[in-house]
């Protein structure tokens, strides 16, 4: 270390008058003692005041240019020497570096700028000031093509220090993308996918720049998909094969690249991989099984690549999805189910599905995982379920294979995405009278519903279950359901459902709040008035945002109400006449018509 203070001092004046011979001398003394102890050495050397002298070493003109920026890069290793770097005025002479033909000294300065720029804000906001990151895509563009080794050596560095640059910095990821930077490193994956250092720095880079929704298009319009198919390939270590799954993932978020990555082969890699490791227990295995399935199940989401591997029904993709539903291993369990509900997004699909039998082994899975089940395979299966029973005409088959039997098993779950989902499930399947009145009649049901309908901490299953009561009368017309729903206590539900900010879910409340007054307005009659509905029907009726519907439906139901002394005196005080007769003029003739019929009632009765 006193050799080193020697060197140091020696150094102040060789840099000043710039004496050839003894500069080089101290210079390589300098990356010896680094070589030795790079802490320890670089604490000297911001102590000197050295680094300000370096300035005026980074010339293209000064020969010692090479050693100078390797000194930079061994220190900028040192967190604390990042900002020295930056104020010493170091990154606009490196940058003017870039410049050189010499490719060590291009060599050196990509080092020493990547390092700069490492987890350091600083050192990115210089390089950005002084231009540096469109030299360096420049080079990686003039130089892509060679596969010398001193020209691959370079565009490591060069990806290297892009990637210390912009990582986790949205604004110089944005910037990379602009200057054109992802065209470059897929050609450079492509051509250089031998050499294994290139390749990982090209992954990496990927990684950072695909989480950016505005580099999506730009990799859609590149052959990414194909290149990372091949490499994928090619690849039998874990490790390896884990960095080439971060950039698919986030890539596979956009619907072009997801078709480009289905016809470039990878869904047989990923079933591959799926049939390799189904068995075993250890953990990286464990882990690269759930990677590969919820890879496939994210490829499924888009429409033109689930249609293509669906293959009407014949796809061996899709059979082979077909055979993780009943495997012992939860994990395919899942995926298998997710990939039924995202190939269950089209009337085509569905019914091809139910008609060969899916819906019977949907139900196998979920009889397996009642008691102390899986909840996201009952949430996967459940949802898997509800899709299929968009069809019409998948409703009543779905209905006679005993589904609704299999979905009430779980009534008793406490977890909410598992209580949406068998909902939706049951409300999908209630279309037909006979079904709705079954299920109406169904106290346990009644009583959960009317529970759920107070669940605030979970919108979802709250909106649901008011819709599921609702859609119970709707459907069953029936006054023994109306009288189950009453005695549950879940009247004042459906008549806050009327107040609900959606017009659909409004609709659906007021229709069967008519037909309660209909059918069975006398047991419901107590609940209604202490649920202030007369209030809240002309509230909707007086309000100019309310939709049409919700004016005729609300018109409707105060017909109906009149039916009960206690309901129509409150009709007459809050003087309902004023409001219908003005909507008689309404622009839709629907509202106009049952304004005035609701009028002459309103009269004839007073």
């Known amino acids: 270390m006193d050799n080193l203070s020697d ?241 698919l993932a986030p890539l596979a978020e956009n619907d072009a690249i997801k078709l480009q990555l289905v016809e470039a082969g990878l869904v047989e890699c990923l079933l591959e991989i799926v049939q390799q490791k189904v068995d075993s227990n250890k953990e990286d295995d464990v882990a690269e099984l759930k990677t590969a399935s919820d890879l496939l199940v994210l490829l499924l989401l888009g429409d033109e690549s689930m249609q293509k591997l669906f293959e009407g029904g014949k796809g061996s993709v899709f059979q082979r999805v077909l055979s993780w539903i009943p495997s012992n291993n939860h994990q395919l369990q899942l995926a298998g189910a997710l990939a039924i509900a995202n190939f269950a997004r089209n009337d085509g699909n569905c019914i091809h599905m139910v008609d060969n039998g899916i819906v019977e082994k949907l139900m196998d899975l979920l009889d397996r995982h009642v008691e102390d089940g899986n909840v996201t395979v009952q949430h996967a299966a459940l949802s898997a379920l509800r899709n299929l029973a968009i069809p019409v005409v998948n409703k009543a088959k779905m209905l006679s294979a005993g589904v609704t039997e299999t979905v009430l098993k779980f009534l008793k779950s406490e977890m909410p995405p598992v209580q949406f989902k068998l909902l939706g499930t049951l409300r999908m399947l209630i279309d037909a009278q006979e079904a709705a009145e079954q299920l109406g009649k169904n106290a346990k049901l009644v009583e959960r519903l009317v529970e759920w309908c107070e669940a605030k901490d979970h919108a979802g299953v709250m909106g649901e279950s008011n819709r599921l009561l609702s859609a119970l009368i709707r459907h069953s017309k029936s006054k023994d359901v109306i009288k189950t729903i009453v005695q549950s206590g879940g009247i004042k539900h459906l008549v806050t459902m009327a107040t609900s900010e959606h017009v659909i879910m409004q609709n659906e409340a007021l229709v069967a709040l008519a037909l309660i007054a209909a059918l069975e307005l006398g047991p419901a009659e107590k609940d209604l008035a202490s649920a202030q509905l007369v209030q809240i029907l002309h509230r909707l009726l007086a309000d100019e945002r309310s939709a049409p519907e919700i004016k005729y439906n609300s018109m409707v139901l105060i017909c109906a109400l009149m039916g009960s002394e206690s309901l129509y005196k409150e009709v007459q005080d809050l003087a309902f006449l004023d409001v219908v007769s003005k909507l008689r003029s309404h622009e839709n003739k629907s509202v106009a018509q049952q304004a005035s019929l609701t009028e002459q009632r309103l009269t004839v009765e007073s």
């Open 7 to 247: 060197t140091l001092k020696k150094l102040k004046i060789t840099a000043s008058d710039r004496t050839e011979g003894s500069l080089e001398g101290c210079l390589d003394c300098l990356l010896q003692a680094l070589a030795q102890n790079n802490t320890e050495t670089s604490e000297k050397i911001q102590g000197s005041g050295i680094l300000q002298l370096f300035a005026n070493l980074l010339t293209p003109q000064a020969s010692c240019s090479a050693k100078v920026a390797n000194i930079i890069a061994e220190v900028a290793k040192n967190e604390f020497m990042r900002i020295p770097c930056v104020d010493a005025g170091l990154i606009s002479p490196l940058v003017q570096l870039l410049n050189s033909k010499d490719q060590e000294v291009l060599l050196q300065t990509g080092r020493a700028l990547g390092n700069v720029c490492y987890d350091s804000h600083e050192g990115r906001s210089a390089v950005d000031q002084a231009g540096g990151a469109q030299v360096v895509i420049d080079h990686l563009r003039s130089l892509c093509s060679r596969t010398d080794p001193a020209s691959e050596k370079l565009l490591t560095v060069f990806c290297g220090m892009l990637m210390n640059y912009s990582n986790e910095n949205d604004s110089l990821q944005a910037q990379l993308i602009n200057m054109g930077v992802i065209p470059t490193l897929v050609k450079l994956l492509g051509i250089h996918c031998h050499n294994a250092a290139l390749t990982e720095m090209c992954l990496v880079a990927f990684g950072n720049l695909a989480e950016l929704e505005s580099s999506k298009e730009q990799f859609a319009s590149t052959n990414i998909a194909e290149e990372l198919v091949k490499l994928f390939k090619k690849q039998i270590e874990h490790d390896k094969r884990e960095m080439i799954f971060e950039v």
